[in-house]
Each structure stands twice: as C-alpha cells, then as structure tokens.
T-cell receptor, first 117, second 112 residues
C-alpha cells in the first residue's frame, strides 16, 4: 500500500518565479492538507482540500493556491516567489470523516524541499 | 487561539535511560493533542493522540503521554531510550476546524 508521495523531491527557483508541487494521497484517502516547514521550525498549515474545494486556509497570502483533482491528488502553487518561501513543503492525506484531526488521522509525505535564490 | 510550546529545543539522554519531552498547550476549546516524530529525510509519523478519552495515552514504540488539563500539559515519555529514537519530535494541538498547530520541535539525541 503506497503511502503519501510528493514530487519533486527538491526544487531550486529564483525570486519572482512560480512553482507547482504535487501530492498523491495514501490509497483510500480523499483529503489533502499542505504545510510549510521552514528550517528549524514546526510545520505551518497552509490549507486543506476536500471534494476538490479548499475547506480551510491558514495564514498564508493569496500567492499560495492549490487544486485537488477528481482522483484526490493535489497541487500547491506559489506565485511571485520570495526568498522567505524557501522551506520544506509537506503534504498530508486523511480520510475526511468530518471530525477534523481528532478523527481524521493525517499521514504525511516526505516533502518537497524548495530553495529560492 | 490554539498554540503549543515545547519547553526544550534539545534533549540529550543516554541509551537505556528515560525520555521526557515537555509540551504545554493553549486552547479555548477541548483540544485534541498529538505527538509526531520526524526522522531525517522521512515524513512525519504519528506517535500518539489524545481526543478526550483516557488521559494517559499509549503510542507506538513504547511512548506514552499524559493529558493534564489543570497544568495544560501533554508531556511525552518513554521508560528506556533506544538509539533509533533519535529524531525531531513535535507536539501538536487542534481544537476547532481542520488545521493543526505544531510546536517548534524538540531534537532528541541518544548517546550510546
């Protein structure tokens, strides 16, 4: 049973560019959440997608956008990259029973490390 | 607003000795609390979670945590450390909604 997969593993971009990160959820899961983990810090919630809609969003600017496809996979897009966007981007999947993290255990992928020069 | 504070950024223990990783939380509601572990170049793995049932929660790999509402704490313990326990540990809180708030992490070093 494949777990959560993310691509690419590493990515280097320059300021002002745009980037797309991809996530395939664990088999049977229908919900995808994205987190940003800056170096030396804990992950911060960006947003969650369920039934192809953004269900909740954290405190991130509109430069961060996402999409969920009918097969439940998801993309994270970041426009107008800043140096401060350099981080590990984590995707987590869960089975959306509607109870939030207390019932919907999140399984994390290994992440995509984005470096902005 | 929900938040967590991990009281130690780095804990070092000898193999075979007890582990204590401290976490305090803040929440306006009845929170769910979690501990996740992150090994280098691997995804975050759930160790255990508290969701308003028993206050003493047992997790994987011999870890357990006790929810103490009066102290707003959720400390992680293990009776005997193993070399493979060396990793970054995150305390996490969630009350309403679908997001989870992570602490800054505690790096556990296990000396032979």
């Amino acid at each position: 049973d494949a777990g959560v997969t993310q691509s690419p593993t590493h990515l280097i971009k320059t300021r002002g560019q745009q980037v797309t990160l991809r996530c395939s959820p664990k088999s049977g899961h229908d919900t995808v959440s994205w987190y940003q983990q800056a170096l030396g810090q804990g992950p911060q919630f960006i947003f969650q997608y369920y039934e192809e809609e953004e269900r909740q969003r954290g405190n991130f600017p509109d430069r961060f956008s996402g999409h969920q496809f009918p097969n439940y996979s998801s993309e994270l897009n970041v426009n107008a990259l800043l140096l401060g966007d350099s981080a590990l981007y984590l995707c987590a999947s869960s089975l959306g029973q509607g109870g939030g993290p207390s019932t919907d255990t999140q399984y994390f992928g290994p992440g995509t490390r984005l470096t902005v020069l | 607003a929900q938040s967590v504070t991990q009281l130690d950024s780095h804990v070092s223990v000898s193999e075979g000795t007890p582990v204590l990783l401290r976490c305090n939380y803040s929440s306006s509601y009845s929170p769910s609390l979690f501990w996740y572990v992150q090994h280098p170049n691997k995804g975050l793995q759930l160790l255990l979670k508290y969701t308003s049932a028993a206050t003493l929660v047992k997790g994987i790999n011999g870890f357990e945590a006790e929810f103490k509402k009066s102290e707003t704490s959720f400390h992680l313990t293990k009776p005997s450390a193993h070399m493979s326990d060396a990793a970054e540990y995150f305390c996490v809180v969630s009350d309403i909604g679908y997001d989870m708030r992570f602490g800054a992490g505690t790096r556990l070093t296990v000396k032979p």
